[in-house]
């Protein structure tokens, strides 16, 4: 075996040991390098989070609203420095440490609110939905709305890591939509009560008038009456679509729901509308379906407001070929129906455009063609409220030139379901035609308390027909001593009166001897708010609504007064025939001439005033004024008198009389002499063949 000398050895070790060097030196440069590197990086992320936690403080310095993040132990991590806006009970620095929200809101929230505010972040950590809601608090005295939303982060790995809590400030979007609404019901308001003002003396006026067509010889005299009333009922029907309209709008509408016959509504419609169609070549059709139940219960004034509403529009756009109602319904369960209804005509149409705001307030489509036809643009826009009141809907479809079709449904709770066919149909009083009281009281005693002399009478002329005994009382003190005098089967009290006012009176009236049982009816000319609940609430019997219809005054005695005291009249109905005949004569002569509906439109549908209007017409006729002024070229005089002729026509109808008085009226103002030569003649023409055919018919 070879032996390695000491020398041999010793080298090899040397080598050995220099390349170890060597090997340890690169490691060394390696190790250097990853040095140099990680120092670099280290660099890089101390930069980078310096500028992570930069841009955080800066977002929640500049954030708008307070924003709040938490851990999972509901402890604060981050909160927008709006925060310091509303408490100042903790320094920047310490609430990012973690500080139990509780303690944070406490001086910022009430407790309630605060309570309430961390039961839905518990929720929110159980990860249930919480939808943001609104939260009014007064801060350092002042009123702040915020919206607030709360909502759950989680970690890559499912685990909840806490809560973003949002506050947004509402306040100026709360404040300026509480504005607008306050504005909204500023003018509900002031509609509701200017038409309550204006209704208070309507009501002296129809009733004062009623008086003089009754009390009255004076022929003249009770033209002029017949004008009033007639007047009164046009302003009474505007202002009551305005007043319908506010208490839709302020939400203050509400059915009065009670016992009514189908057949009585039906045929007091129907009635109404042949009365109204005497002077067209108009035909009213009816397809009413016999198995819909008689016996309803629900608010039949305003059923009847929505088909005379649609019945009336289809009278006034239709000239000529028919207007059909028609009625069915579906049975919904044991005690309510669907019915459904149509009201069809062959007039005008719609055109397509119009036909999307036709069921908006104040809107009257095609104005050009339609503005010798009056309206409030309300009419369709009440009857789609009152319908969705009733849980029902209202669609319209059109042809515009052919004819137009409204359909709607309402749901009516059923009292009976003995059928309409099965139901008598009682034909009710016609439009227009006179009131007659149907029973008489004169053992009845009835006291009147109205601080108001005017009225006093006019609740006392419509009471005079059923004979009761009438005492006054000018004022609620008044009333009691009357009360204490004598024994009374009805009272009738205004509301409103100065001093102790109507309710007043009655709660005292009620603690006298006799008191509790006493029958008082309100009288009022508010009727808002549903006053028949309202009323009974109050302690009343009853209501009346001023201008007091003689048909509700008789229901309420009917209902109140002792069926002892009460003794049937009989009932004279030869007015009624005696309108019919005339107003036959009067379509055929003056049927070109004019237009019946218009004419109609201004006399309230009544055919006696209407006569009385032509003969008017004629009597005043200006026929000689009228040429004495063009042959002396007076158009200053002339045109002042065809001015007024044009207005005069239009009240009889005659249309076509009234534009051309309308044209020549224009050219006068404006010096259009030739104008006037050319459209004299014919127009004077046009003019006498109407009086002509007024007089024929008036001999006739
Ligand atoms: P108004 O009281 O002015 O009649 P409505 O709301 O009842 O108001 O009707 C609005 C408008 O709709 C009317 O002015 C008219 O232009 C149109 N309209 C309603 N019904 C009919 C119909 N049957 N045929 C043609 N146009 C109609």
């Known amino acids: 075996m070879d032996v390695v000398s000491p020398e041999k050895r010793l080298q090899m070790e040397n080598k050995k040991l220099s390349r170890e060097i060597k090997r340890l030196k690169k490691d060394n440069e390696v190790l250097r390098i990853a040095n140099d590197q990680a120092a670099r990086t280290q660099a890089y992320i101390q930069k980078d989070s310096t500028r992570q936690v930069f841009y955080n403080n800066q977002l929640l310095k500049t954030y708008p609203y307070l924003l709040i993040l938490t851990d999972e132990h509901l402890e604060t991590v981050m909160i927008s420095d709006v925060f310091f806006r509303y408490s100042s009970a903790f320094e920047r620095d310490e609430i990012r440490r973690g500080v139990p929200i509780r303690d944070v809101l406490a001086g910022v929230l009430p407790e309630t609110d605060l309570s309430i505010l961390l039961e839905k972040c518990e929720a929110a950590l159980w990860q249930e939905p919480v939808p943001p809601y609104l939260l009014r608090a007064v801060v350092a005295g002042k009123k702040i709305d915020w919206q607030i939303t709360i909502k759950c982060m989680m970690r890559q790995d499912g685990v909840v890591a806490g809560l973003n809590i949002l506050f947004v400030d509402m306040t100026e979007v709360v404040n300026a939509m509480e504005r607008a609404e306050a504005a909204d019901k500023a003018k509900s308001n002031f509609l509701a009560n200017m038409s309550h003002e204006i209704r208070t003396p309507m009501n002296a006026i129809v ?4 008086f003089i067509l009754r009390d009255s010889a004076d022929e003249v005299a009770k033209r002029h009456a017949t004008r009033i009333k007639s007047a009164s009922r046009t ?15 302020s939400g203050k509408m509400e059915l009065v729901n009670d016992s009514y016959q189908l057949s009585h509504l039906i045929a007091d419609i129907t009635s109404m509308l042949n009365a109204r169609l005497q002077t067209k070549p108009v035909t009213f059709k009816t397809e009413i379906d016999g198995n819909i139940p008689n016996r309803l219960y629900g608010d039949e004034v305003r059923l009847k407001q929505i088909l005379i509403n649609l019945l009336g ?45 036709i069921f908006s307030s104040f809107t009257q489509v095609d104005t050009r063609r339609n503005r010798a036809v009056e309206g409030t643009g309300l009419g369709l826009a009440i009857c789609r409220q009152l319908i969705e009141l009733m849980d029902g809907s209202i669609r319209v479809e059109s042809e515009y030139g052919k004819g137009t079709t409204f359909f709607f449904d309402v749901v009516s709770a059923v009292e009976g379901w003995q059928n309409l066919s099965e139901a008598q149909m009682t034909p009710m009083e016609r439009a227009g035609a006179a009131f007659h009281a149907t029973f008489c009281a004169p053992e009845a005693r009835a006291l009147v308390v109205d601080d108001n002399e005017m009225n006093l009478e006019v609740a006392e002329g419509i009471l005079e ?14 009333a009691l001593e009357r009360f204490a005098e004598e024994t009374f089967d009805i009272i009738f009290m205004d509301h409103m009166m100065p001093g102790m006012d109507g309710v007043e009176a009655m709660r005292r009236i009620r603690m006298m001897k006799g008191g509790e049982e006493a029958v008082i ?19 009343f019997q009853a209501f ?21 005291l009460l003794q049937p009249v009989e009932e004279t109905s030869e007015e009624h025939a005696s309108t019919g005949v005339a107003s036959s004569h009067a379509v055929d002569v003056l049927k070109d001439a004019i237009d019946e509906e218009s004419a109609l439109k201004y006399c309230m ?26 042959r002396a070229k007076d158009w200053d005089n002339y045109r002042i008198v065809v001015h007024s002729l044009k207005g005069n026509a239009l009240t009889v109808g005659a249309l076509k009389l009234s534009e051309h008085a309308k044209e020549l009226e224009y050219a006068a103002r404006d010096d259009h002499i030739d104008e006037i030569m050319e459209k004299h003649e014919p127009f004077m023409k046009e003019y006498r063949a109407l009086l002509d055919a007024i007089e024929a018919r008036a001999k006739s």
């Open 207 to 210: 009733g004062m008038a009623e």
């Open 235 to 249: 302003l009474l029907t505007i202002i009551n679509d305005i007043l319908d309209f506010s208490k839709i709008e």
């Open 605 to 630: 549908g009544s055919r006696t005033f209407l006569e009385k209007m032509l003969a008017t017409f004629r009597k005043n006729e200006k026929t000689k004024q009228i040429e004495t002024f063009f």
């Open 521 to 539: 009816v309100a009288l009022t000319a508010n009727a808002l708010s549903g006053a028949a609940a309202e009323y009974k609430k109050l302690g």
């Open 544 to 564: 009346l609504a001023k201008p007091i219809a003689p048909k509700s005054m008789e229901n309420i005695l009917r209902r109140l007064l002792p069926a002892r």
């Open 465 to 478: 027909p059923y004979k009761i005994k009438i005492v006054r009382a000018v004022n609620g003190p008044e």
């Open 313 to 357: 529009n289809a009278l006034k756009f239709t000239h000529g070929g028919s207007i059909t109602l028609t009625l069915r319904h579906e049975k919904i369960d044991a005690t309510h129906c669907r019915l459904f209804g149509t009201v069809s005509d062959t007039g005008i149409g719609i055109k397509p455009e119009d036909l999307k705001n």
